[in-house]
């Protein structure tokens, strides 16, 4: 894959995860709701931002971010949820589409210092520690 590929599929995933996150938020119950109905708020507002900084990066760099839903479902790997979840297994969704995600930007760390791009490769990183930060508190969340 291509540096642009790399972050046209990260776009890609971060808007469909952006829109899973709404769901869960409009759609969590039980008495976990305030919580989750929060958390999920906090969640799909922080991938709002990482989208756009994807996409400013990939201009940045002379590529073109894709921009439209139909290019972010063909090349997400993360998919749509479609199924009523329980509370707990929205959660861990989020967790599984988290960690994937991480594999991912790891892989793509290595292709942006192959093309000695540090920025893209930072912007990767940061991204990193923070889902794990993210999937550490979820999984505390499930006690797992």
């Given at each position: ?10 776009i ?16 969590v ?27 400013e ?27 009523q ?16 995600i ?13 093309n ?9 990183l ?19």
């Open positions: 894959m291509t540096l642009e590929q790399v972050m046209n599929q990260q890609a995933n971060w808007n469909v995860l952006y829109t899973k996150l709404h769901r869960f938020h409009w759609y119950k039980g008495p976990h709701f305030f919580t989750l109905h929060s958390k999920f708020e906090e969640l799909y507002e922080e991938v709002a931002t990482i989208i756009d900084e994807f996409a990066q990939l201009l940045i760099n002379n590529g073109k971010p894709i921009s439209t839903l139909k290019e972010s479902l063909q090349l997400a790997s993360i998919e749509e949820t479609t199924e979840l329980s509370a707990e297994e929205m959660v861990q969704t989020v967790i599984k589409d988290f960690s994937l991480i594999d991912e930007l790891k892989a793509g760390m290595i292709i942006a210092e192959q000695n791009d540090e920025v893209t490769s930072d912007l990767f940061g991204l990193i520690e923070k889902l794990q930060k993210n999937n550490w508190m979820l999984k505390a969340f499930l006690n797992i």
